[in-house]
């Protein structure tokens, strides 16, 4: 690969611009390609905890959880989760409880070997260790400027 400056001149640029291209690349590149199968992010997420929960878990408790992903907020979450109950993907029971229904499933298992696909195509030439590292420095940035992120 070919970098856009020399080591000398990179280690010099802005880690807010450069972070701020990677975030736009990754998630241009996701969202189009869950668009690509008919989904959203978010409706994505919220199917991914139904599907991969040891225990059954409540529209609230899934909402709480990803509402501050991407800054998504509440409301946009409560109308994802209602999406993918309407398209059939998931139940929810009268306490707010929410199932995976059998098409849900399947299309659980098309988006997650999916995810699979794009989790490879940004890792390509990464190793493990420079991505830990990789994510270190961001935490690091992160807590050196007094910002808060958590990811479950």
């Known amino acids: 690969m070919e970098y856009s400056h020399s080591d000398t001149d990179l280690i010099k640029q802005p880690i807010g611009y450069w972070s701020w291209a990677a975030y736009k690349a990754v998630i241009a590149r996701t969202r189009a390609a869950l668009a690509g199968i008919g989904t959203t992010?978010?409706?994505w997420w919220a199917l991914a905890q139904v599907a991969s929960a040891d225990t059954v878990k409540t529209r609230d408790e899934v909402s709480r959880l990803l509402r501050n992903y991407l800054d998504v907020g509440p409301e946009t979450m409560e109308s994802e989760i209602d999406t993918i109950i309407a398209q059939g993907w998931l139940t929810e029971d009268a306490e707010g409880r929410l199932y995976i229904t059998a098409e849900g499933r399947a299309f659980y298992d098309k988006a997650a070997?999916?995810?699979?696909?794009?989790?490879?195509?940004r890792h390509a030439g990464i190793s493990d260790e420079e991505y830990?590292?990789?994510?270190?420095?961001l935490q690091r940035f992160i807590h050196n400027t007094g910002g808060r992120a958590w990811h479950h």
């Open 41 to 43: 992010q978010p409706q």
């Open 132 to 137: 830990l590292t990789t994510l270190k420095v």
């Open 113 to 121: 070997a999916l995810q699979d696909e794009l989790w490879a195509e």
